[in-house]
């Protein structure tokens, strides 16, 4: 398996525009998470599903963020509008299981977004 | 609620000597404790876990032990070399409120090994 996938890997955008971030989880993963990474808050927890489902997104800082899981195979995290304090790396992750009973967690490589 | 505090934030020593990095979680709850070590510019991953029902766990150079009591977990690594500089994150899982658990990051430790 090729592992999580992300795209794009880098991504510049101006402050109220659309950022859409992608993911294709590893194949029959029944978890996926998205994760923000900054140098202030290290590693948050915005959201995850469970069999395409969101399950707890207490973590979304905020109605500029949604997230979709369409299907077992991809997932969007999308903000709208877009503005400068949104600038982080976003980590999309999956897991057989939730994580916390020992089964890994495997992260993509990241999508780097800067809010210019 | 959910908290994972990580010491030191950074943390540089000598290669051939020994590094020690802390955390302390809020949950008494907690019962599962991953270590994900993240290399610069690549993705976080997995080195070593422990559960609450093991006090401590070796893999080579690497070692976590585990405090219920103190609600606290370290990781060790002996022999340090280059290739262990990176940014070394704990988790500990917390009981969600939504009928299954979920894991909290501490803000990473940057380890820098000294030639």
């Known amino acids: 398996d090729a592992g999580v996938i992300q795209s794009p890997r880098h991504e510049v955008t101006e402050m109220g525009q659309e950022v859409t971030l992608r993911c294709k989880p590893i194949?029959?993963?029944?978890?996926l998470f998205w994760y923000r990474q900054t140098m202030m808050r290290g590693l948050e927890l915005l959201i995850y599903?469970?069999?395409?489902?969101?399950?707890?997104d207490s973590g979304m800082p905020e109605d500029r963020f949604s997230a979709k899981m369409p299907n077992a195979s991809f997932s969007t995290l999308k903000i709208q509008p877009s503005e400068p304090r949104d600038s982080a790396v976003y980590f999309c992750?999956?897991?057989f299981g939730t994580g916390s009973s020992g089964n890994t967690i495997y992260f993509g490589e990241g999508s780097w977004l800067t809010v210019v | 609620g959910e908290n994972v505090e990580q010491h030191p934030s950074t943390l540089s020593v000598q290669e051939g000597d020994s590094a020690v990095i802390k955390c302390t979680y809020s949950?008494?709850?907690?019962?599962?404790f991953p270590w994900y070590k993240q290399e610069l510019g690549k993705r976080p991953q997995l080195i070593i876990d422990?559960?609450?029902?093991?006090g401590e766990k070796k893999d080579q150079r690497i070692a976590v032990t585990l405090n219920k009591t103190a609600k606290h977990f370290s990781l060790h690594i002996t022999e340090t070399q280059p290739e262990d500089s990176a940014v070394y994150f704990c988790?500990?899982?917390?009981?969600?409120?939504?009928?299954?658990?979920?894991?909290?990051f501490g803000t990473g430790t940057r380890l820098t090994i000294i030639p």
């Open positions: 992750a999956s897991s």
């Open positions: 194949s029959g993963h029944d978890y």
């Open positions: 599903f469970n069999n395409n489902v969101p399950i707890d």
């Open positions: 949950d008494s709850a907690s019962n599962y």
């Open positions: 422990i559960r609450s029902n093991v």
């Open positions: 988790a500990a899982s917390f009981p969600s409120n939504f009928g299954n658990e979920k894991l909290t």
